[in-house]
């Protein structure tokens, strides 16, 4: 009896001590740098990471930010640490979240959000990938579209824009924040 007391107040201790988890909200909102304008992109399906960087780096652009991209590996959850402690380790990775169903032997290691990946950064990210035999998800399944913001110079928001829209990797694009030209 006086173990199951003890257990009790264990339980009650620990549900007590669980915070709400916040809201999510679907896009995360970046930092505009002062001097900038912003556009905002999303990403066809079945477009994979590499592909992104090599297409923006290519227009001579490392100044961007890219989220929601899936990873799956199946692994138990006592490696979830692990896990976490690998992806933490990058400075170039934002935000990042590690989700494992109950019935299911896969984990989803989901929202991964990239600042200024590039291509020595992708190169880094990819080995992880590679090594620890993630498995890259570029249509995840669910209903959060990857996407991005360009950060570009004062007075090219226009040209940057178009060049966007015209890439076939690019889903919409739009113009988010226009750096103010006047004090």
């Given at each position: ?15 007590s ?103 020595t ?14 498995i ?22 226009t ?25």
């Amino acid at each position: 009896m006086k173990k199951l007391a003890v257990l009790c107040v264990l339980g009650l201790v620990l549900v007590s001590s669980c915070k709400k988890d916040p809201p999510i909200n679907q896009y995360k909102q970046p930092v505009y740098p002062l001097d900038s304008g912003v556009i905002g992109f999303t990403l066809n399906n079945n477009v994979t990471l590499k592909q992104v960087v090599n297409v923006l780096t290519g227009l001579k652009t490392d100044s961007f930010e890219l989220y929601n991209f899936y990873y799956t590996k199946a692994f138990p959850n006592d490696s979830m640490t692990y896990y976490w402690h690998i992806i933490k380790s990058c400075s170039y990775i934002i935000d990042f979240n590690i989700s494992k169903s109950l019935c299911d032997s896969f984990t989803m290691i989901n929202s991964v959000d990239f600042k200024y990946l590039d291509s020595t950064k992708l190169a880094n990210w990819s080995s992880i990938v590679q090594q620890q035999k993630f498995i890259e998800m570029p249509n995840s399944g669910w209903s959060y579209n990857r996407y991005g913001f360009l950060y570009v110079p004062n007075g090219q928001e226009t040209l940057w824009l178009n060049k966007l829209k015209n890439l076939s990797i690019i889903s919409t694009a739009n113009l988010e924040y226009i750096y103010p030209c006047c004090p």
